[in-house]
């Protein structure tokens, strides 16, 4: 499976955007989709992940209660749904694939290119 990001961009604080990872193949709900984030210097971390056909989903907990996350299989479309964003919410988005649901960025193996989310203050 390929992945493609989207959807990122300048928004002010409080305001939404909702991230997309589309991604090529006809097996897309064979894998579970997480997003993780990674902050000039930082490490990359995870942000939310979605199992196979939604059943079960995982957030960090900075993210807990402003952000969801989605996935359409008939689309092959995973989304995050990002509100009451905080400028430390700023990064480069990366969508990953594995074959079950994780955490960590060990546990995805397919990565896609990343969006840039910037929140100003």
């Known amino acids: 499976v390929q992945l493609q990001a989207s959807g990122g961009g300048l928004v002010q604080a409080g305001g939404s955007l909702r991230l997309s990872c589309a991604a090529s193949g006809r097996t897309f709900s064979s894998y579970a989709v997480g997003w993780f984030r990674q902050a000039p210097g930082k490490e990359r971390e995870f942000v939310a992940a979605i199992s196979r056909y939604g059943a079960s989903t995982y957030y960090a907990d900075s993210v807990k209660g402003r952000f969801f996350i989605a996935r359409d299989n008939a689309k092959n479309t995973v989304y995050l749904q990002m509100n009451s964003l905080k400028p430390e919410d700023t990064a480069v988005y990366y969508c990953?694939?594995?074959?079950?649901?994780?955490?960590?960025?060990?546990?995805?193996?397919?990565w896609g290119q990343g969006t840039l989310v910037t929140v100003s203050s």
């Open positions: 990953a694939a594995a074959a079950r649901i994780g955490v960590t960025k060990y546990d995805y193996d397919t």
